[in-house]
């Protein structure tokens, strides 16, 4: 298949993957096979090809915003050709504290799609079933993409919001303020300080971190979670 892989080792602007013929996945246990139909370019993905974040992994294929059509290892309820999403959290260990009380991600040994394992700029990819996003075929692949990174952003951050009372933001950047003004946050529920150096635990901002066991490690793309309690 051809596939645009990065060799780990940052070079001029512009001239980060190498577009090569490379093996088509295996099927694993667990897993479904992919053939992409769309993936989108995230600043995460950047970060990695510009060396930002370290290198994991040689000739790694980057890409977490993954629409594809399931063609191998099909189940009942995932099918084969039916549509699916692959998001940057491709895997958790299910174990770990975090996991254990419904914050996959900040995992302790977590799998990311287009950085510890390879991602969507191919022809095919490999997901964990179980980490995918049933998507109706209907919907226009290309369209469908972005929202499979700062649109679940956005879609959580409103869900909590209506559950809740309170704006709940995985981490302060200009993409979480502007998925929650188009997925319709109510302005009393967004956050009142959006500017970075706002974003950090000060009482007169009302902001706390959620609790978490000392010594975790935060992980790159994870975002701690802060609460901003309703103004009204």
């Given at each position: ?16 993957l190498?577009?090569?013929?490379v093996?088509r996945p295996?099927?694993q246990?667990?897993?479904?096979l992919?053939?992409v ?5 995230c ?5 990695i090809v510009?060396g ?9 294929i980057?890409g977490?915003?993954i629409v ?7 189940t ?6 039916s549509q699916v999403?692959v998001?940057?959290?491709g895997?958790t ?6 996991c ?15 950085y ?6 191919a022809?095919?990819?490999?997901v964990r ?5 049933p ?22 951050c409103?869900?909590e919001?209506?559950a ?7 981490e302060?950047?200009r993409?979480n ?29 009302g ?8 010594q ?9 979670r802060?609460?901003?309690p309703r103004?009204?």
């Amino acid at each position: 298949m051809r596939a645009a892989v990065y060799n780990g080792i940052p070079t001029a602007e512009g001239n980060h993957l190498r577009i090569e013929d490379v093996p088509r996945p295996m099927l694993q246990s667990g897993h479904v096979l992919l053939r992409v139909i769309a993936c989108g370019v995230c600043r995460t993905d950047l970060h990695i090809v510009e060396g930002d974040l370290p290198s994991l992994r040689p000739n790694l294929i980057p890409g977490h915003q993954i629409v594809g059509e399931v063609v191998d290892g099909g189940t009942d309820a995932i099918p084969l050709g039916s549509q699916v999403g692959v998001s940057w959290m491709g895997g958790t260990d299910g174990d770990c504290w975090f996991c254990k009380h419904q914050m996959e991600n900040l995992c302790d040994h977590p799998v990311f799609t287009g950085y510890t394992v390879d991602g969507g700029y191919a022809e095919y990819a490999l997901v964990r079933a179980d980490f995918t996003f049933p998507i109706p075929l209907g919907l226009d692949a290309v369209h469908v993409a972005p929202l499979l990174c700062a649109g679940i952003i956005g879609f959580s951050c409103a869900q909590e919001s209506s559950a809740s009372g309170a704006c709940v933001l995985p981490e302060y950047n200009r993409a979480n303020v502007w998925a929650c003004s188009v997925l319709g946050v109510p302005p009393h529920l967004r956050c009142p300080f959006c500017s970075p150096g706002d974003a950090r635990p000060t009482s007169s901002h009302g902001v706390r971190h959620t609790e978490r066991p000392p010594q975790s490690s935060m992980q790159p793309g994870s975002g701690e979670r802060m609460t901003v309690p309703r103004l009204h």
